[in-house]
C-alpha cells in the first residue's frame, strides 16, 4: 500500500477507534436515544458513517456498487454495540481492501455520479472528513 493510504488507513483507524470508545459503557437502549428534533441516535451516525464511507471509497472512488439506501440509514434501531462494532470493523476491512488496489495517480481521475463529478482523492477524503464530522456529534451526544 503506498505510504500515503497507509497514513488514510491509520486515520480512518483511529476514528473508528473513537466511535468505539463513544459507545463503550453506554447502556443499549442509549444507542438509539435522541437528544431532540432532527438530531440522531448513536446507532443511526454510526450505520450512516458506515455506508457513507462505503459509498463514497467503495461506489465512487472504486466503482463497486453497494445499492446503498441512504434513507434507511436514518431509521435504523435496536442494532446493539457489537452489531455496530462489527459494522466499523467491516467498513475498515473493505477501505484497505480499495486502498490496497489504489495508486497515487488515480487520486486524479473523476468519477461522476447523479451529485456531480468528483476526483477519487475528492472522494477518498470527503469520506474520512464526513466520519470526523459525525464522531464529533457522536461524542457530543455521549456527553448530552
Not at 437502549?29 to 435522541?34: G, P
Not at 458506515?50 to 463497486?64: M, P
Amino acid at each position: 500500500m503506498q505510504p500515503l493510504f497507509v497514513d488514510y488507513s491509520n486515520l480512518l483507524k483511529k476514528c473508528h477507534d473513537n466511535i468505539c470508545k463513544t459507545m463503550d459503557g453506554l447502556p443499549p437502549e442509549t444507542l438509539d436515544w435522541v437528544p431532540g428534533a432532527d438530531i440522531n441516535s448513536i446507532c443511526v451516525l454510526v450505520y450512516h458513517i458506515t455506508g457513507a464511507e462505503r459509498f463514497w471509497i467503495g461506489d465512487v472512488a472504486a466503482q463497486e456498487p453497494s445499492n446503498r439506501d441512504r434513507d434507511a440509514e436514518f431509521k435504523v434501531k435496536n442494532l446493539g454495540e457489537e452489531f455496530l462494532h462489527q459494522r466499523l470493523n467491516d467498513s475498515f476491512t473493505y477501505v484497505n481492501s480499495v486502498l490496497e488496489k489504489l495508486t497515487l495517480q488515480d487520486l486524479e481521475i473523476s468519477r461522476t455520479i447523479s451529485r456531480g463529478t468528483f476526483t477519487v482523492g475528492w472522494a477518498l477524503f470527503h469520506a474520512l472528513e464526513h466520519s470526523h464530522l459525525h464522531l464529533g456529534h457522536l461524542e457530543i451526544t455521549r456527553q448530552l
